[in-house]
């Protein structure tokens, strides 16, 4: 019999001999190493906080009080409802025909018209306003304007939305046909009713709302001139837009127009209502109470800071 002999193990095998120095690794680092031994350095990704914080600081520089915005919005919904008024007449002549003079002329004028690049254009313009589209950009332009700080009108903008709940029921009260093939060239069938358009009943409100919002609240400049012009020139054309694409008759898009300003202009008066609860006159600033001030747009700090700079000198 043979006794098996007990060798020692050498040391290499058991550690390996490159050690790693624990010393330069992060502790507050998980222990994330490769499959040799050595550790993977940790990834820094950008902070984000600095860059909120000077869209916030621009935000707050560039922005009126609030009161004044409540002055500017109070001008600007008194020419609004001025331009609306006697028009309603339109939807109540629409229950009773079904075409109104100049909806087969003009849709033929329009649609004559055949280029490839207004093709593209007024699809472009019509397209953004199908749900799959308007829900993402409204969420995503009220997320901007809560994280700017300007709250209450992040609200507002979600509240434009409401303006499909009268969009619906006009249309299950009139009940008029769309276009057809057989009268015009129809580019997407949609099978609920034409009266009013529903495209034109969510631009008015939601780019409307971001026209008055961006005039009233922020001071004139580069930015807030250009996105105002885009959110006009959205509102001006998805009109034509959805005549040209066999979508609706004229009548249908002047009625989305007339509908949709009514409720703009409801949504205007309340939010003035709010706006000027929530910025009071400076007698009255102490009762505001704490719960509701994180709806107050960042402008007042700016002119209560100055304020208080010329009572102390």
């Known amino acids: 019999m043979f006794k098996r002999s007990r060798k020692s193990i050498p040391t290499n095998l058991v550690t390996n001999k490159k050690a790693i120095d624990l010393s330069q690794v992060d502790p507050g680092v998980k222990n994330t190493s490769s499959p040799v031994g050595l550790p993977i350095p940790p990834v820094k990704l950008p902070e984000i906080n600095p860059v909120m914080t000077e869209a916030q600081r621009v935000a707050a520089t560039t922005s009126v009080s609030g009161r004044r915005a409540v002055s500017r919005g109070t001008m600007f919904m008194a020419l609004y409802l001025w331009m609306l008024s006697g028009a309603v007449i339109l939807s109540l002549i629409a229950r009773r025909t079904q075409f109104f003079p100049g909806d087969m002329s003009i849709t033929a004028r329009l649609q004559k018209n055949r280029q490839p690049w207004l093709r593209r254009f007024f699809f472009g313009v019509s397209e953004i306003g199908f749900v799959q589209y308007a829900i993402p950009q409204t969420l995503g332009v009220a997320g901007i304007f809560w994280a700017l700080r300007f709250r209450l009108e992040a609200l507002f903008i979600l509240l434009t939305s409401s303006a499909t709940l009268l969009n619906v029921i006009v249309k299950r009260v009139i009940k008029r046909p769309r276009p057809t093939n057989n009268l015009v060239t129809v580019v997407k069938v949609i099978n609920e009713p034409s009266f009013p358009s529903g495209h034109v009943m ?112």
């Open 202 to 313: 969510y631009y008015t409100n939601f780019y409307g709302l971001l026209i008055y919002l961006l005039a009233t609240n922020w001071r004139s400049g580069r930015i807030r001139n250009f996105l105002i012009g885009i959110c006009a020139t959205l509102i001006a054309c998805i009109g034509p837009s959805r005549v040209y694409l066999g979508a609706h008759w004229p009548s249908d898009v002047a009625a989305g127009y007339i509908y949709g300003g009514l409720w703009f202009s409801g949504v205007m008066a309340l939010y003035l209502r709010v706006k000027a609860w929530l910025h009071p006159a400076k007698a009255a600033k102490g009762v505001l109470s704490n719960a509701i001030k994180p709806l107050q747009q960042p402008g007042d700090e700016e002119e209560k800071d100055a304020a208080d700079t010329d009572a102390q000198q």
